[in-house]
């Protein structure tokens, strides 16, 4: 997944305030009473959620499994003059050299964790790195809209891609799945790809039992980007969780 995508994401998401993304962080670090000093990144893609963390004074490494989606972000960030470490590494078995004082993965990265164990092996992979202190702050597309989802076909298309897509709700994955073709055009070539990505949702519960397994705690679980609880009608769960005390 993403080894195409990886070159029209940042169009796709171009409509995203990920500096709106980062503000609603720190207002959870304040919650919290925490100022930390270093960030992992974990399925940080082409660094979008990295790079607002960097130009406010965090030591942040970008994490994902893909290295089409690396290399861009390694890109990006020797054109923004940005210093940021960058690892082509799956956030199931991932390793860092030292602890972190925060830990990060945005915008459904953990959605695309399809099974239990898997999400426990993430989260103990962030037991292992963080600070005694120190933060874990993610979100997840929450189980009730995933499983709302009409499925259908749709199109989009700008001056150079023409992006269209069939989505399908299977309840015995529980999986949302979406097949994803683009065609692309300009700069002198043209080409086009198919991909499937597979979101499963999770109820808090769940979540919450996957982080104690881990040796984590849940701290709190907010309607997206605010400080109301989850309800039934949330569309994004933000969760924050540290080391159990």
């Not at 086009?192 to 949702?201: K, L």
């Not at 808090?204 to 039992?209: F, G, I, S, Y």
């Amino acid at each position: 997944m993403y080894a195409e995508l990886a070159r029209i994401y940042d169009c796709l998401v171009a409509g995203v305030d990920f500096e709106a993304w980062i503000d609603y962080l720190e207002q959870i670090l304040g919650k919290f009473g925490r100022r930390p000093k270093t960030a992992v990144d974990l399925g940080c893609g082409t660094g979008n959620t990295l790079f607002p963390l960097a130009r406010r004074g965090y030591r942040v490494t970008g994490v994902d499994i893909s290295p089409q989606m690396i290399a861009l972000a390694r890109r990006k960030a020797k054109e923004l003059g940005i210093a940021a470490t960058f690892l082509v590494q799956d956030m199931r078995s991932f390793r860092l050299p030292g602890s972190v004082d925060l830990a990060t993965c945005f915008h459904d990265g953990l959605n695309y964790i399809l099974d239990d164990e898997d999400l426990v092996r993430v989260f103990s992979r962030v037991q292992e790195h963080l600070t005694s202190e120190g933060l874990f702050v993610f979100d997840l597309n929450a189980l009730t809209w995933l499983a709302g989802m009409p499925s259908g076909a749709g199109e989009w298309e700008d001056e150079n891609i023409h992006l269209s897509w069939r989505t399908r709700y299977d309840p015995d994955g529980p999986f949302w799945e979406v097949c994803l073709t683009a065609r692309v055009e300009g700069e002198g070539e043209e080409y086009s790809f198919t991909e499937i990505h597979r979101e499963r949702g999770y109820r808090p519960d769940e979540v919450e039992r996957a982080l104690a397994a881990a040796g984590l705690k849940m701290f709190a679980a907010y309607d997206a980007f605010c400080f109301a609880p989850v309800s039934a009608g949330s569309r994004r769960h933000f969760y924050v969780a540290g080391r159990a005390l």
